[in-house]
């Protein structure tokens, strides 16, 4: 277990390495030598990794008995596998198979493939969908924030004040904050931050969209 504490970046780090290997050769090993039975054992391999992340932070969380930051980080790795990086890896199985195709001499992609392409090409598209994605994202970072400044509050006027009032987030400390304690200031946080800068990026797709070719 002392191990484990000890180089537990390290062994995030390489579990990281590995799982990015796994997607990549399972686009080899199906398109380019295709073997698509063979293939599954990659996508087996990366799953399990995921897996074995999650297992990490489990432990090291009943070793230590508080959430750390690592904990923190490994979460948002696992919850980005679990929701916008399956969009990714589409991406990826797309370009993959785009690339290994041409090698190949050989048409890999399907003509709902090419739709997808060239939506994903159209500037209103991108801006709409990323419209609905960063309103969401918003409605679910409100609540959530919410629930941690209400447990971190005693009454609404408090809370209002801390609102109105954010000189609080110079102190760099949950103390003189509306959070209840140390763990959900830093996810508070770190979320924050992650909520900004996906908002102002999924928003220049409407402010400054790009020309359609």
């Not at 063979?38 to 897996?51: A, E, N, P, R, Y």
């Not at 070793?63 to 679990?82: D, K, P, R």
């Not at 994903?120 to 994202?137: G, I, V």
């Not at 924030?145 to 760099?172: C, H, P």
Request: one cysteine or more; a neutral charge.
């Amino acid at each position: 277990m002392e191990f484990l504490l000890k180089f537990q970046w390290e062994i995030f780090i390489i579990i990281e390495v590995l799982s990015v290997v796994s997607l990549l050769f399972f686009g080899i090993v199906r398109y380019l030598m295709n073997k698509k039975k063979l293939s599954f054992l990659f996508i087996g391999t990366f799953l399990m990794l995921l897996v074995l992340e999650a297992l990490l932070a489990v432990v090291l969380y009943q070793e230590t008995g508080e959430i750390s930051t690592f904990q923190i980080v490994i979460t948002i790795f696992v919850l980005y596998a679990c929701t916008f990086g399956i969009a990714d890896f589409k991406k990826l199985d797309r370009w993959m198979r785009k690339k290994i195709g041409g090698w190949r001499g050989e048409e890999l992609l399907t003509d709902k493939d090419y739709q997808i392409i060239e939506q994903n090409k159209n500037p209103k598209y991108l801006a709409r969908k990323y419209r609905w994605t960063s309103t969401a994202h918003l409605i679910v970072f409100v609540i959530v924030q919410f629930i941690f400044w209400k447990l971190g509050t005693a009454n609404m006027e408090e809370l209002v004040g801390y609102a109105r009032d954010l000189s609080w987030m110079e102190a760099g400390t949950y103390e003189n904050s509306p959070y209840p304690n140390e763990t959900l200031y830093a996810i508070g946080m770190l979320w924050g931050i992650i909520f900004v800068v996906d908002f102002i990026w999924s928003w220049s797709y409407t402010i400054f969209p790009s020309k359609g070719k």
